[in-house]
């Protein structure tokens, strides 16, 4: 299969483009800085490595044109990974990186699903995932652009896995919890139920593989995440600026 991975650089990204290397497909990923990147997967014959931002559609649309003569014509997958979050979370908000969140996270994946159905409609086939968050299912303090565009990603998939139902295109949306990444190197506050690349990796190729709709892990995570949206937003305020949870700080 054909597989083009967005933000395939560090993390889940890259583990998921090493693991589908491993089982034999082809796989195109892109970054800003391919030289994160390490060395050995830099020239590797069924890797096709693309330097862009996601929030360019014009370098995004020519990568994905290229990948797509690249070996056997067309692509089967599209997996909109790359995004972004702030690290250290503040009670005042920053704007202009709450802007690039925002941008990377909803454009990137917008982008990411419109170029892949000028593949997927015609053929009337293929799969489009989005890796999105369990963050989306509540606004968390300190991360609301964060919050928002993983939503925003999850409302998405679950209209479009409807729409495109009948044109024979699936659609995954992934809400993984805590997963050990770059991405989360620089979190301040707790991170329950922590678990690794590897692990998600293989969770999430085994989603794609079922052509689940939503999928949300771990397993501890659904349970939290379910009490945090029901319960009393009086209670959720309560519990969210408990000292130990180093959630809300100015
Ligand atoms: N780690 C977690 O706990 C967790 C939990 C739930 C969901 N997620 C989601 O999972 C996805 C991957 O996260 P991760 O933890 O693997 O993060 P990561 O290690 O920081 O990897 C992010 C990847 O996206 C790329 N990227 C970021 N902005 C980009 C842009 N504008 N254009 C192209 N590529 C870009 C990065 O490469 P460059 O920097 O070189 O561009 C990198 O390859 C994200 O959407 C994140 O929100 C993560």
Redesign the pocket.
């Known amino acids: 299969m054909k597989i083009f991975i ?9 583990t998921l483009a090493k693991d589908y290397l491993e089982e034999g497909h082809t796989v195109g ?6 030289s ?1 990147l390490p060395i050995e997967y830099q020239n590797h014959v069924d890797l096709k490595s693309y330097q ?4 360019d559609k014009n370098a995004f649309r020519a990568a994905l044109d290229n990948f797509a003569l690249y070996k056997e014509k067309g692509l089967d997958i599209m997996i909109a ?5 702030l690290g250290r979370k503040n009670r005042i908000p920053n704007f202009e990186k709450n802007r690039q969140i925002l941008e ?2 909803i454009w ?1 994946t917008h982008f990411a699903f419109e170029l892949a159905l000028s593949y997927f409609l015609p053929a009337k086939s293929g799969q489009l995932v989005a ?5 989306g299912e509540v606004g968390l303090p300190g991360a609301g652009a ?1 919050s928002a565009s ?1 939503a925003c990603i999850t409302k998405m998939c679950e209209s479009l896995s409807i729409d495109l139902a009948a044109e024979n295109i699936s659609v995954t949306c992934i ?10 190197k620089t979190n301040d506050h707790s ?1 329950p139920f ?1 678990m690794s ?1 590897k692990k998600a990796s293989q969770l999430i190729r085994q989603a794609i593989a079922k052509k689940k709709v939503w999928v949300v892990f771990p397993c501890r995570m659904i349970l939290l995440i379910t009490l945090l949206k029901i319960m009393p937003r009086k209670l959720y305020h309560y519990i969210m600026k408990l000292p130990f949870l180093n959630y809300s700080r100015g």
């Open positions: 967005t933000g395939g650089t560090t993390g889940i990204g890259f990923i892109c970054g800003r800085d391919l994160k862009f931002s996601v929030t990974n790359a995004g972004i979050s990377t996270n990137g890796i999105s968050s369990v963050a964060y993983k809400a993984p919890g805590f997963i050990d990444t770059p991405l989360t991170m922590i690349s």
